[in-house]
């Protein structure tokens, strides 16, 4: 059997600053599987951005090791193994739908490969849009736009950094909606960072629960919701429950004098 997509073990980083040391990440330690779909959540400067950018190589740990997909994130990254979609949707504005969504294949000289656009656009429901400009979209659909962006390679494992954080509720909403039917239909490997506990327990096949200064892990819930979920799912007793235990972790976690 293979081995799991992302392992990290006592994995920590410190930033030197000019005045004091910052420590993002403390001793973590971390199993994503196949197929997961993991969340990380914390409060603000709890190191869930640097986490998510060592696992893509656009930072390094200061000790510690880390594998994705069995191999150091800088083989990873060159190797395309994960899309990374920022909490902007960051299109190019003179760009078409299309014209942005291919840009990395065109970026690798596969300049000719509307089936795939095509494909990642009707992923993200926005067949019909292909050749609109991202001015002419809000911002849920800019944001879609992003999310088939970085499937251009379809990479088993999708990063995602609060891609929906900009968003009101209602978009978000449908967006968390559609992201869950993605993640089912393409069987990827998600982890994603969000402030929201909702949205956190909504998505996630696993919560990790982070605290800030030093950055480190407190709690991991495996949640076992039903696959096939809906909105409606978030007045049961079973995400309720879920819910006060990811509170009580971040609760346990923080300091308020900060
Ligand atoms: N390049 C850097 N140099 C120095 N300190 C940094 C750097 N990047 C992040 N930090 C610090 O590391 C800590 C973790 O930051 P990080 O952005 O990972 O937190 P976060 O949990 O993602 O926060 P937020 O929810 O606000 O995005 C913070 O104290 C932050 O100020």
């Known amino acids: 059997m293979a081995g799991p997509v992302i392992s990290a073990r006592e994995l920590s980083l410190v930033f030197q600053t000019a005045d004091a040391p910052v420590y993002a990440l403390s001793k973590v330690n971390l199993e994503v599987e196949d197929g997961d779909f993991v969340s990380f959540i914390g409060p603000s400067g709890c190191g869930k951005t640097t986490l998510l950018r060592v696992i893509a190589d656009l930072e390094q740990a200061t000790s510690g090791a880390i594998t994705v997909n069995g191999m150091t994130p800088q083989e990873a990254r060159l190797k395309r193994a994960y899309g990374y979609v920022f909490q902007a949707p960051a299109l190019y504005p003179w760009r078409t739908v299309e014209r942005n969504v291919g840009l990395p294949l065109e970026i690798m000289g596969l300049d000719h490969a509307p089936e795939r656009i095509e494909r990642n656009l009707e992923l993200v429901n926005l067949k019909g849009f292909e050749k609109k400009y991202p001015w002419q979209l809000s911002g849920g659909m800019q944001q879609r736009?992003?999310?088939?962006?970085?499937?251009?390679?379809?990479?088993?494992?999708?990063?995602?950094?609060e891609p929906f954080g900009a968003l009101d509720e209602i978009v978000r909403d449908k967006l968390?909606?559609?992201?869950?039917?993605?993640?089912?239909?393409?069987?990827?490997?998600?982890?994603?960072?969000?402030?929201?506990?909702?949205?956190?327990?909504?998505?996630?096949?696993?919560?990790?629960?982070?605290?800030?200064?030093?950055?480190?892990?407190?709690?991991?819930?495996?949640?076992?919701?039903?696959?096939?979920?809906?909105?409606?799912?978030?007045?049961?007793?079973?995400?309720?429950?879920?819910?006060?235990?990811?509170?009580?972790?971040l609760k346990a976690g923080h300091s308020y004098e900060d």
Do not use: C, Y
């Not at 390679?153 to 995602?160: A, R, S, T």
């Not at 969000?194 to 998505?203: D, G, K, R, W, Y």
């Open 176 to 249: 968390n909606q559609q992201l869950l039917e993605l993640w089912d239909r393409t069987k990827k490997t998600v982890v994603f960072v969000t402030h929201s506990i909702p949205e956190a327990v909504f998505l996630s096949t696993k919560i990790v629960v982070m605290s800030p200064r030093p950055g480190r892990i407190i709690d991991v819930i495996e949640t076992n919701l039903p696959k096939n979920r809906t909105l409606d799912i978030r007045e049961t007793p079973e995400f309720l429950a879920i819910a006060h235990r990811v509170r009580e972790g």
């Open 145 to 161: 736009v992003s999310i088939a962006r970085a499937l251009a390679f379809d990479p088993k494992l999708l990063l995602m950094d």
